[in-house]
DNA sequence: GCTACTTATATCAATTAATGATATATTACA
DNA sequence: TGTAATATATCATTAATTGATATAAGTAGC
């Protein structure tokens, strides 16, 4: 994505999809990893590379914060922000508006 | 979409969905577009540059393909493949399982 | 005939997004 | 001791998208 800039368009990549969802009960990043793994059944993987990348990202587009205290090992705990989980909710029902027009074309012509 | 193909991956972007959706009936580059924009009532819109560099590729990963015979204005008609339905239909599924997971989190949270 | 708009196709350069590879350190456990 | 899992981080590379630009044909109004 090119030339315009995912977030700044009010738009999430299904990696920030992801991010955001795991964050909506703060964790850090390795157990984000972990959690989405898990959420789709492997379907979905991030590695430590899209993560941390990721991760600066929407800390920087105030969609995640890192919390004040770390927890006992000194781990770096993220959490949604309130814009994030406004943005979170928008993205849902865009995909779910996508599935809609697929549906209705494919009811259409008889499929499905 | 980086280092990796998506389209090898059997993945989808959102450009490619649309098109292989808007061309279940055959149709002409430009009335994709216009298709699309119909659709989605302006919410996602193709420009030029993205559809016809999006065309090719698909055209060459054989998930459309140009029909033998252009129409009267000699313009060049496409259509999805068999397999392009069938990756089309898969990404419907997977879209519809990115929304199922977002609602079981919110529905544990007593959210929606 | 002229002008403006829509239809229609096409390409290039630029930018963002994602990731394989790699590095480093700590903890767990056999 | 070794090795596997946990945990964080960065770089260089590649893919996807698109603004800008170009071209051409048709059509509607004056």
Chains 1, 2 share one sequence.
Not at 40 to 69: D, H, M, R
């Amino acid at each position: 994505m090119p030339r315009t800039d995912s977030l700044e368009m009010g738009e999430l990549t299904d990696t920030s999809y992801y991010i955001l969802l795991s964050l909506l009960d703060a964790k850090h990043g390795y157990l984000v990893m972990k959690t989405i793994e898990q959420m789709t059944n492997n379907t979905f993987s991030i590695g430590p590379a899209s993560l941390y990348t990721t991760i600066k990202k929407l800390v920087k587009a105030k969609l995640i914060e890192e919390l004040e205290q770390p927890d006992i090992q000194n781990k770096k705990t993220y959490v949604t922000t309130k814009n994030g989980i406004q943005l979170l909710k928008k993205e849902v029902q865009r995909r779910r508006e996508m599935v809609r027009h697929a549906e209705e074309i494919f009811k259409a012509k008889g499929e499905i």
